[in-house]
T-cell receptor
Framework: DVKVTQSSRYLVKRTGEKVFLECVQDMDHENMFWYRQDPGLGLRLIYFSYDVKMKEKGDIPEGYSVSREKKERFSLILESASTNQTSMYLC?????????????FGEGSRLTVL | ELKVEQNPLFLSMQEGKNYTIYCNYSTTSDRLYWYRQDPGKSLESLFVLLSNGAVKQEGRLMASLDTKARLSTLHITAAVHDLSATYFCAVEGTSGTYKYIFGTGTRLKVLA
């Protein structure tokens, strides 16, 4: 089974702190994603990556950056956390092919910024 | 810009009843995905719909895709309590961009 592991399930940070959220997948997937999930807003795409060192902005990249130095690892960085970044963050990966393409999700990281 | 809308946002239904969740999207796409999320859990894949007219069924759930109408439906037959969850549809943007956009979700509660 595909496994997507997020490093922290729960984090509490203070405004202005730098926050790293890490995600590792074990199925050699090419594409990885970071979403945030907020009540009533569904999942919103922050960044995605289709190859090592490649990244693309999603719909809400402001205040975030990402790093993909190795194929299996995709990190989300909040340079200076703010209270409006309190949310559930979900990492996902996929190897999109002609007969598949569903994302595999990690368990999520719930971030609270005080 | 690709937008995905689901309705209803909330659905409370009695066990044994049928209902349909709708997913509309704004630009051309021939791939659509349905996911389920239980409270406090992550998302798991339910269906992958890859072409116009695709229909997939699993137990009491059936999903279909009409790419001309830019519409997918998730039909629930004879609902049971275990189906209570939040259901999301997701559409892939322009082929090859690998950009998956999700709807806002439909929170389903099946009452015994």
């Amino acid at each position: 089974d595909v496994k997507v592991t997020q490093s922290s399930r729960y984090l509490v940070k203070r405004t202005g702190e730098k926050v790293f959220l890490e995600c590792v997948q074990d199925m050699d997937h090419e594409n990885m994603f970071w979403y945030r999930q907020d009540p009533g807003l569904g999942l919103r795409l922050i960044y995605f990556s289709y190859d090592v060192k490649m990244k693309e902005k999603g719909d809400i990249p402001e205040g975030y950056s990402v790093s993909r130095e190795k194929k299996e690892r995709f990190s989300l960085i909040l340079e200076s956390a703010s209270t409006n970044q309190t949310s559930m963050y979900l990492c996902a990966s996929v190897n999109r092919g002609p007969s598949n393409g569903e994302l595999f999700f990690g368990e999520g990281s719930r971030l609270t910024v005080l | 810009e690709l937008k995905v809308e689901q309705n209803p946002l909330f659905l409370s239904m009695q066990e044994g009843k049928n209902y349909t969740i709708y997913c509309n999207y704004s630009t051309t796409s021939d791939r659509l995905y349905w996911y389920r999320q239980d409270p406090g859990k992550s998302l798991e894949s339910l269906f992958v719909l890859l072409s116009n007219g695709a229909v997939k069924q699993e137990g009491r759930l059936m999903a279909s895709l009409d790419t001309k109408a830019r519409l997918s439906t998730l039909h629930i037959t004879a609902a049971v309590h275990d189906l209570s969850a939040t259901y999301f549809c997701a559409v892939e943007g322009t082929s090859g961009t690998y950009k998956y956009i999700f709807g806002t979700g439909t929170r389903l509660k099946v009452l015994a």
